[in-house]
């Protein structure tokens, strides 16, 4: 899978350090296809949370034979995940050399 330097957990761990954060790979898979995306989870009150993308390039990446229906379904899932377990708000970014949704 293509990837950039944001998506190494040493990188992440960094970052986590400077942002008070806590980084998770979320992924979904289905056989031989993947969608992965490093996230970046702040804490709120009441047992919430924000996620992001890591800053700049950290984008969701898919393995390649992954179709749009696929990937939509698989962000989906994701989205369904996060709001079950008290995430409030999602901010992914997309990285402008990698193919992304």
Known sequence: MRHDIDHLP?????SDRRRGSTS??????????VFAVPLQFIELPGGMQ???????RAAPLFTEGTSAAWRSAAIRALLDHLRDSGTVSLFLRFHPL???Y
Do not use: I, R
């Open 10 to 14: 040493g990188y992440l761990a960094a």
């Open 24 to 33: 998770l790979l979320a992924h979904v898979s289905e056989g031989d296809v």
């Open 50 to 56: 924000d996620a992001a993308s890591a800053e700049l």
């Open 98 to 100: 990698l193919e992304g």
